[in-house]
């Protein structure tokens, strides 16, 4: 039985950004939530159940596995890199990972809760969908990946079971849909300035018989895995049924070999060529000539089918309040991040729509153009003003602005000065769980941050900010003089 402990791999990974997942500091999930007794779903390593955050009765998911239960050293590798992955990956249409809790038999999971089930529920509830319902589907699902790939990390496991809907009885044409378990996920070098993308990469056999890719089946395969898998699934949702069948796992593996998509079948009688061609596409056998997430979300089909009805939700404030944001020290910032990462994403909606609007290509991240055009749509024209907001908010010169810092800088104060959620931050940067933030802890925090690179340059700045934030003076930041940081600038 390898070393139980989780708790350095849990406390060095965070969520992409800056949004640290906090140590909890020993404390119970008890302490945080209220777990229902009835567990709602099962995974690789665990069951979840929902629970209400103390609070503010947010309800959330919770995944809870048993220690006892990975038997072996791989086993346990595995549910560290998903956590990895999970905790490092930050885009609308991913289940958001908030937190962990971690005890002597138990390791805790506290996940955005989605109640409008499985993708694949919706297929086999209505059998088949038009195709645009699948295309609103498909971009929210190819924009995910192509967020997940251009960080190279490929899925592998991609199926309707493992995409979640977030509202129960909304259409699914109106409804959100979030990627799930990354318990076959793998990170892979992902060289964007190339386009040696679809070269092997993976050698372990992974996914589920109807939608893998047949080059998996040889043990010799790339992130383009994922795209195949795209295109079975878009395939499911027109038809009504996936494109290969069989008795057993060995006769539908046989079909996947041959890698043959019928397309000539009565259900695809009415279906647009584009919505074909796109399909064959995804479906090359060969993965060089298969498309790239990219190219999918840039695919006629998709421009033609998919409304962009979130651009309309753009707010003629908009540039008002990241500049705002970017003008106060990185304290608050980092911990706003922290706190827009955790807020209900029914209280975002309206944010996270806006985001989508203005990513354009669908990336995950906003690029200058991408702000300089969402600024146009709502008459601001000063793009000077823009370019200097965008660079103050783009610390790292990545060259792009990523989900939960555009929320941290739009959110309302009504949202993010509920004292629960505030309290989570403040535990984050309390790592000791002494109940006040120490000046080596503030260090620590803004350093794995790296929100700014220049906080690395010295520690003077950080002893500014430290003094600022320290009221009284006596070396320590309590919840009190936290909060009234928080509500300053």
Known sequence: MPNPSLGADLKSRG??????????????????????????????????????????NMTIAVKIVKISAITSQSSMDAFQNEISIHSDLDHPNI??????????????????????????????????????TAAIVMKQIASALFYMHSR?????????????????????????????????????????TTQ???????????????????????????????????????YTLLAGFPPFGGETDEDILKEVRRGVVSLSIKEFAQISKDAKDLIRMMCKMDPKLRLSTEQVLNSSWLYSHANDAAASNLSGDLIERLKKFSSVNRFKKAALNIIAHRVDDDQIKKLR????????????????????????????????????????????????????????????????????????????????????????ELKEMLKDQSLDKRVLAGDKDVEELFKEADKNGDGQITFDEFMEMLRGQ
Not at 100 to 125: S, W
């Open 353 to 440: 729509d806006t985001f989508i609007g203005m990513d354009r290509n669908g990336d995950g991240q906003l690029t200058l153009a991408e702000l300089k055009d969402g600024c146009k749509a709502v008459g601001i024209t000063d793009f000077e003003e823009v370019k200097t907001v965008f660079q103050s908010l783009d610390a790292d010169s990545s060259g792009s602005i990523g989900y939960t810092e555009f929320l941290a800088g739009m959110i309302d104060k009504k949202n993010y000065l509920q004292e629960e959620l505030c309290w989570e931050a403040f535990r984050t940067f309390d790592r000791d769980g002494s109940g006040s933030i120490e000046i080596e």
């Open 196 to 234: 040696e993308g679809d070269m092997p990469t993976f050698k372990t056999k992974a996914g589920t018989a109807f939608y893998v890719a047949p080059e998996v089946l040889s043990s010799k395969y790339s992130e383009k895995c994922d795209v195949w898998s795209l295109g079975t699934i878009l």
């Open 152 to 192: 190279g990390v490929a899925h592998r496991d991609l199926k309707p079971e493992n995409f979640l809907l977030k509202e129960k009885g909304v259409p699914l044409e109106k409804n959100s849909i979030k990627v799930i378990d990354f318990g076959m996920a793998k990170r892979f070098d992902h060289q964007p």
């Open 15 to 56: 969520p992409a950004h800056g949004c640290i997942l906090p140590n909890n500091n020993g404390l119970s999930p008890n302490e945080t939530y209220d777990l229902d007794t009835d567990a709602v779903g099962t995974g690789a390593f665990g069951t979840v159940r929902k629970a209400k955050r103390k609070g503010t």
């Open 95 to 132: 289940v958001r990972l908030y937190e962990t809790f971690e005890d002597k038999k138990q390791v805790y999971l506290a996940m955005e809760l989605c109640i409008g089930g499985e993708l694949f529920d919706a297929i086999v509830e209505q059998s088949y969908f038009s195709e645009g």
